[in-house]
């Protein structure tokens, strides 16, 4: 029996389009005498069967292409990020492999308590969304000072720096740190207001801040922190208990926005469930107040975030979240000033 000229698989992966011809070639193949389906002139049909009768070659192409459809989703589907701890910075970085071009930056400082770990599904996903997200620690006790910020993150700045021409060849990403954001949880957010403060007297340029739910324990005005940079702020709705005792003593999220005098926006998640610490993802903070675990929420604050970085802009910010009216915990508002 002929079986057709050989076909060779190429040494790189083919397209699904080269399958299909691979699977035309097969069908023109000489075959057997077409078995006549008339019951009324041929009651009884043979049971033997070639390579290129209907039903099997039907089958045999839809084999192929099931198998290499497959193939095909599994070569298309995105590399995790990369988890790096940036040495002499106490500092987490997270890398989607890229493919050379520029990469904007968000570093963002953990509230107190937290660690890095704490926040690895919000930097995962914003790092899937082409940003290369760091995530800052810091003793907490530097909080409350001012004139300890600024070291902290500049420490980080230079850190950055030193390792772009690593990560690029490991990574394949070339860190744009003209297009950097800085940004924060609780007193993680209000450090980073007060490093955006001392940039002019450093070396470090920022496009913007982004923030989640930024806190400062005192209560007041606090002009200090109204920028020339764009602001971000996402903010829950509400705070549960003793949350809200402790926050609202001071100046939240809310606060912040109110009192800017800078360009801003403000994203509100409705749902009451979204709580000040629901940004982490870690497993045991079930006994911290303003707590509750919201399946899918620090993804996709982190999502949103990384849609401001890169865009760059918080036109771009709103034009891609204009508001949303379902219901459910991920709903949220948008404000503009």
Known sequence: MTLGPRVHAPANPLRLSTYYSLISEVSERPSAPPINTDINSH?????????????RKMLFSSLIVSALAALSVAQTTPPAPASVAIRNANAQAYIKPGNGGKT????????????????????????????????????????????????????????LRSNAASWKSTYNVDLDLSNLWVGGHSAGGRAALAWARSLSAGNATIKGLASWDPVDSKAGAIGAYSLQYPQAILIPSSYAGACGSQINTGNNGA?????????A??????????????????????????????????????????????????DAFVAAFPGNTAAGPLSYAVARK
Request: hydrophobic share 35%; glycine share 8%; aromatic share 12%.
């Open 43 to 55: 009651p009884i049909q043979s049971h033997h069967r070639h390579l290129s009768d209907p039903p």
């Open 104 to 159: 904007p930056v968000l570093v963002f400082a953990v509230g107190t308590s937290f660690g890095a770990t704490d926040y690895k599904d919000f930097a995962e996903a914003s790092a899937k969304n082409d940003v290369v997200t760091v995530i800052l620690n810091y003793d907490t006790g530097t909080f409350k000072n001012d004139a300890k910020f600024g070291p902290s993150f500049n420490n980080l700045y230079w850190a």
């Open 255 to 263: 606060s912040f926005f109110r009192q800017t005098t800078s360009p």
């Open 265 to 314: 926006v403000q994203l509100t998640y409705t749902a009451a469930d979204v709580q000040h610490n629901s940004l982490s993802s870690s497993g045991s903070l079930g006994q911290l107040v303003c707590y509750k675990k919201v399946a899918g929420f620090p993804a996709d604050a982190g999502t949103k975030l990384a849609s401001l970085v890169k865009g760059g802009s918080l």
